[in-house]
Nanobody, 120 residues
Framework: VQLQASGGGLVQTGGSLRLSCAAS????????MGWYRQVPGKQRELVAR???????DYADSAKGRFTISRDSAKNTVDLQMNSLKPEDTANYFC???????????????WGQGTQVTVSS
């Protein structure tokens, strides 16, 4: 299983970016997909995730500014980030909890990070 993330970059305060992630490989079912972020010296933190039942979770810092969306048919998840702030600067990681085949355990898979830098 591979998760391929894209869409990071440099943006000014108040700007927008859209991150995209596609899961590929042997996938039977996906329980959740989402985004974490990490800055040097700090723990990786949840930004947003969407579950197979349609529920979504957002970090308090993301509520009202970020929107997560998922295409179950394509195994993709996007994160639309608006009104970006310098404190959103981080390496953003796509992740998924999924089963590769029927009866498989629910494993956590991570994509490579994509850097988001918000200049003041």
């Amino acid at each position: 299983v591979q998760l391929q993330a894209s869409g990071g970059g440099l943006v000014q305060t108040g700007g927008s970016l859209r991150l995209s992630c596609a899961a590929s490989g042997t996938i039977f079912s996906i329980e959740s997909m989402g985004w974490y972020r990490q800055v040097p010296g700090k723990q990786r933190e949840l930004v947003a995730r969407t579950r197979s039942g349609g529920t979504t979770d957002y970090a308090d810092s993301a509520k009202g500014r970020f929107t997560i969306s998922r295409d179950s048919a394509k195994n993709t998840v996007d994160l639309q980030m608006n009104s970006l702030k310098p404190e959103d600067t981080a390496n953003y990681f796509c992740y998924s909890r999924l089963q590769r085949f029927r009866g498989d355990y629910l494993g956590a898979y991570w994509g490579q990070g994509t850097q988001v830098t918000v200049s003041s």
